[in-house]
């Protein structure tokens, strides 16, 4: 679709915000998509038909391209919209149920993701797995009609409001048997033997959490596409995670909040020159990061691409900060102060988590040379 055809979606989108910002609906934040929990936000989008966008009709979904999503999730994202609630759930859980779900997942779920009332976490990462995933040792024990699950999660962001966790376990094999004998599984939250305890980031909130599997049972119909494959569906699960604009558009509303205060204050011409090298910096990975949705939408598999944008766009958004710091003199304030200075503070505060949520920087890299070829 040209920039035309999609003109009017764009116009709507942001004139819904404009309108929510102008009603005190909500107040721009940075990294809105990891702690802007909103559930009515996330209700009203799914009422506008603004989540589940790709997901056929057929499901709950609006049969659109990635293309309209991606318009729709840069807008939200531009505004600082409180879209954490559903984010991980829109985003990945809802393609991954529709390529690798029963039926019977698919109708359980998908309705209710693009409705924006059923929320999700992602179970990868463990205590001694994170770069290296293939090394989870929760175990998942077949038996027979049902599994019990045991092992430790962590950094599983948003477990404590998720209605269902997306689940990396080991169903066959020992730990040495590395990719192979992964599976996946879709567990409804909160259980009875599931303890989900929080875990405080540098800003004293929590939206992360450590994750206890104490023997969990659940049924068989949890488990998620095929005994064994687990490997290869959180692979296409990540190109899913790692190619959207949330990757260099965290801290953007901080960029649009510095520029509106120079067009009222006025600017020196330093500032000037890190405003214009912040702007075509974003505006040539808004390009890159436009040409993945262009490619998942025509059925591609844009992983080594959508790695390159995820490495170069997640380090653009923290040398924002910096580069905003330094030409702006503004000091940073959570509490008290103006906007400005309470985004700034965000901002600062957030930035050690943008290279490393979704996979390191220095893991995309490996792959993004695998990918070229390079040795
Ligand atoms: C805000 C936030 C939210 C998150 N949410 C989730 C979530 O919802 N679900 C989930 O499952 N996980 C989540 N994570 C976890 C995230 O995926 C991991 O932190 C990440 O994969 C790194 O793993 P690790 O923390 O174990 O670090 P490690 O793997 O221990 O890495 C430590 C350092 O060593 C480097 N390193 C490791 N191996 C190599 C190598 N082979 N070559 C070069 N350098 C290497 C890494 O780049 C890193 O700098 C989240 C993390 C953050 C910060």
Do not use: C
Not at 125 to 143: Q, W, Y
């Amino acid at each position: 679709m040209t920039d035309a055809q999609l003109s009017p979606l764009r116009a709507e989108v942001r004139e819904f915000l404009r309108a929510e910002i102008d009603s005190g609906a909500f107040t721009p934040d940075v990294d809105s998509w990891m702690t802007g929990f909103d559930p009515t936000f996330s209700r009203r989008l799914g009422e506008r038909g603004w989540l589940g966008m790709t997901m056929p009709t057929d499901y709950g979904g609006r049969g659109r391209t990635p293309v309209e999503r991606f318009v729709v999730t840069e807008e939200m994202l531009a505004h600082g919209a409180p879209v954490a609630a559903h984010w991980i759930a829109d985003r990945q859980m809802a393609p991954g149920i529709l390529s690798n779900g029963t039926e019977q997942q698919r109708r359980r779920y998908i309705p209710g993701i693009s409705a924006g009332t059923v929320y999700f976490a992602i179970g990868m990462s463990e205590p001694d797995a994170g770069s290296d995933l293939a090394g989870v040792r929760t175990r998942a024990t077949d038996n027979g009609d049902s599994w019990t699950i045991s092992g430790t999660k962590v950094w599983t962001t948003g477990a404590h409001i998720a209605h269902a966790m997306v689940l990396l376990a080991r169903t066959d094999g020992t730990p040495d048997d590395r990719q192979q004998g992964l599976s996946q599984f879709v567990v409804d939250l909160p259980h009875p033997d599931i303890e989900i305890r929080p875990i405080r980031s540098i800003d004293g909130q929590a939206h992360f959490n450590e994750v206890v599997f104490h023997d969990a049972v659940v049924d068989s119909s949890a488990l998620l596409g095929r005994r064994g494959h687990g490997w290869q569906q959180v692979m296409s699960e990540l190109a899913f995670e790692r190619s959207g604009p949330e990757r260099y558009l965290s801290t953007l509303p901080l960029l649009r909040a510095w520029s509106d205060h120079l067009r009222e204050h006025g600017a020196t011409p330093n500032q000037r020159v890190t405003l214009g090298r912040l702007t075509a910096q974003a505006w040539a990975l808004r390009q890159m990061s436009r040409q993945v949705a262009r490619e998942l939408s025509d059925g591609g598999k844009p992983d080594v691409f959508a790695a390159m944008v995820k490495d170069l766009g997640s380090t653009f958004e923290g040398d924002l900060v910096t580069a905003i710091r330094d030409a702006s003199g503004i000091v940073p304030r959570r509490e008290g102060g103006t906007h400005l200075e309470r985004l700034l503070a965000q901002s600062v505060l957030h930035t050690p988590a943008f290279t490393l949520r979704g996979g390191t920087n220095e893991i995309l890299r490996g792959i993004v040379a695998r990918g070229l070829g390079i040795r």
